[in-house]
């Protein structure tokens, strides 16, 4: 291992020399790691180092196991283009006939359903660095976790150009190192049942991250980051991780980041993982382990075509079942050692400052109307609508809750009233909210995204900051842009256009990792976010781009359904 007294060049860590692979010399910035020497890309004021492994290849008797270090490196590699992604799980989203090209557009720039070469040899990292950053920098450093439902995405999607905030920070005077990551996903990651729990193999995926942040520990310094000055940041599923690390190994961090960040995501209110017992058993059965007296190692070394087939017959984030998802991360036992709220509601959280922030609308993007053009025999079946869902009784809309979207909740017949009466028909009364009866593709459409959006994302996020205000520091943000969208209004993964696309949260976030303070380059002041003043920073369309909002809207809905999920985790 590279310290400051085994080698002089420690301190030359960026060298724009010949280095020579299979024969031919290549010109571009090198890092030394171990005995292995990295040559990047530049490309403008930043230094590229893509697909570096951060963990032996999950492949072969490690699949299914706890990533395993990375074997000293050696020899010289190129670091030029992104790895694969880790297996992606097959979902469809078929968009309902009618959309605005606008929105389609939209959807399609966002890649919410975009496909990615992929292989179980995916656990690498990339770096993106100041070209004149050197090993003495001491760099402040964030870490990007993507999102996709814990069933697909990559860090190579072209929208998580991590030289865009690079560059900013360049900009700003206060440069920072960015780093992004690929992690197991779907059954490859999040494999859940009591094998599983007995194994001690429980949210393989979240395991990933981590071991990618004592990678980071080790070498970042050699990139010019500075280890003690990690942030981790991530969107969606990738917050949900974020707000995950800050409750498991009992709050303890282990050193491995300083401060968090979140877009679209906090700890899901998810319960025990042999709760995924019933998807494991189905697993076992299609990939003919189900004879077999270890289970989980016959789906070690069954052919990984056979494991794929099986893991994409479970129901994917568009299909029918929606936001009741196959693979969430779950208590495991060891790692989480109790359902998320539970632990955030007993202070088992990791003591740094942190951001949440969420979409106005946070679920449009999942909760498509899959209608009928004409008659009822052209449907377009998904996650939230089907024949029934498309009538506009309560008790149609409430028989969804209760069988599809929360069946393991056994939801009493006060309860599920309770959810009818806080979430009436009436399409004013719906998502996307302050649109009146615009925008209502079927009579149960606005309804159920307003209570799926509540559950998933907006209550959990309330649960934390209400938690951990004026115990931590905290700050919270809204983003209401894109309201106008035709029939989504601001959908969920839009807020990423304001930092990704180099907007005025590219400049908070930059800020926030120098500092741990948001404040110092917008032309609002962004609070801290108490229980006496819940203050967010709200990102608006028009003229008037940033203000202050109070995070006190629909109070009754979100407490209800916060006191629910700690009864009866999802």
Known sequence: MWTTSTSLSWTFVFLFLPVFVDGAALVGPTVKLDSGTFTGITAGGVSQFLGIPFAQPPVGDLRLRLPQPNLPYNGTHLATTFGPACPQQQTGLPLPPGLASETIDLITNLGIDAIFPDSEDCLTINVITPTTATSRSKLPVVLWIYGGGFERGTASFP????????????????????????????????LASQEVKDAGVGNLGLQDQRQAMRWIQKYISNFGGDPSKVTIWGESAGAISVALHLVANNGNNEGLFRAAFMQSGSAMPTGDITEGQALYDMIVAETGCAGESDTLQCLREVDVGVLRAAINKAPGIFDFQSLNLAWPARADGVFLTDHPQRLVQQGIIADVPFVSGELFVPLQSLTWAYISVTTKEHLYLAQTLNLNIMS?????????????????????????????????????????FNTGVANALTPQFKRLAAFQGDLVFQAPRRFLLGARAGKQDVFAFLSQRFKTTPTLGSFHVTDLLNVYGGEELTNYLVRFVTTLNPNGFGNVLWPQYTTQSPQMLTFLDGFIPTTITMDTFRSAQLAFLNNLTLAHPL
């Open 159 to 190: 929208l998580y150009d991590g030289s865009v905030i690079v560059e900013r920070s360049i900009l700003l005077g206060m440069p920072v190192v960015y780093a992004s990551i690929n992690y197991r996903l779907n059954g490859f990651g999040f």
């Open 392 to 432: 506009s009784t309560d008790a149609e809309f409430t028989s969804y809750i209760q069988q599809t979207l929360l069946p393991s909740a056994n939801l009493t017949s006060a309860e599920l009233a309770q959810i009818a009466s806080l979430y009436p028909s009436d399409p004013a009364q719906g998502s996307p």
